[in-house]
């Protein structure tokens, strides 16, 4: 089902105070089914805040204090507690800088997707089913060998493995909107490209729409189909990705753009 202006998102005039200080204000943007859409800004331009609020975790008493988000047609900003149950995770997902460090550091990888699976999914009854399951997803994630993942310790794996465990969790339930927070910024720069390579394969193959932080404009540039700039808590630039890489209207999105480093004399976002 889509809005009525055949949207799957639509965030109107929003606004996100934290206590009496107000930090984004009249943020508005939509997105199609499967569109990809990049939030670029510079730190504490509002970025998490915005998507925090999308799905209802906004941290340190913040709160939505104006406009809307409709989701297929549906107000996030006024859901209860128990629609927001129903949604999470399944209808809407979300992966942060850390996911990985989500999980429980105690117990193996494997009891921990198994029981995710298991409970969520009302079509797989056993672990056995639901162990399957689970490889398949990591090995969506390129993740070689899924059965030792299964059997591993979050700690016995490496940061860019335990984010590609998180990412598969985050994608199981086949998503209608993934909210994407600097997913790779705590890995290395090889390990980056790799995995937002990945996150966009799956989600073009299983048409999840995505909102994508990223700092690097170069990396919004090539993933994207749509790029939102934030300042200040504001919106200094939107548009379709094409239209802002060429005839960018704001003086700071030149300027990030004309940072993006070049690549055997072509800019990376060409
Ligand atoms: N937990 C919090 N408590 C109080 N203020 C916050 C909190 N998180 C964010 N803010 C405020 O919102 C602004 C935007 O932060 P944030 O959304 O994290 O930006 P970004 O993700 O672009 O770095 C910050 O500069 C700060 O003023
Ligand atoms: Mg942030």
């Known amino acids: 089902m889509e809005g009525a202006s055949g949207s799957l998102l639509e965030v109107r005039d929003f606004a996100i105070r934290y206590g009496k200080k107000q930090t984004v204000q009249g943020v508005g943007f939509s997105l199609a089914p499967g569109e990809v859409l990049s939030l670029v800004g510079e730190s504490g331009s509002g970025k998490t805040s915005v998507i925090r609020a999308l799905l209802g975790c906004l941290g340190g008493g913040g709160t939505i204090c104006g406009g809307a988000a409709l989701f297929e047609g549906r107000d996030l900003t006024q859901l209860s507690e128990e629609a927001w149950k129903k949604l999470r995770g399944r209808e ?28 969520h999914t009302h079509s797989i009854k056993t672990k056995e089913e639901a162990r399957k399951r689970c490889c398949t997803l990591l090995g969506r994630m390129n993740l070689a060998n899924p059965e030792s993942i299964l059997g591993a310790y979050p700690f016995e794996l490496s940061g860019g493995m335990r984010q590609r465990v998180g ?39 299983s048409g999840t729409a995505m909102i994508l932080v990223t700092h690097n404009i170069g990396v919004a540039a090539c993933v994207s189909d749509k790029i939102l700039v934030m300042s200040g808590g504001r919106v200094l630039e939107y548009g379709a990705t094409q239209d802002i890489l060429h005839s960018p209207k704001s003086d700071y999105t030149k300027k990030l753009l004309a940072s993006v480093p070049t690549l055997g004399g072509r800019r990376y976002v060409e």
């Open 92 to 119: 809407l997902s979300m992966i942060f800088q850390d996911t990985g460090a989500m999980l429980n550091p105690v117990r193996k990888i494997g009891s921990q997707f198994i029981e995710y699976i298991l409970l």
């Open 167 to 205: 990412i598969a969790m985050a994608l199981a339930f086949h998503p209608k909107l993934l909210l994407a927070d600097e997913p790779t910024a705590a890995l290395d720069v090889t390990t980056q490209a790799q995995i937002v390579a990945e996150l966009l394969r799956i989600v073009r193959e």
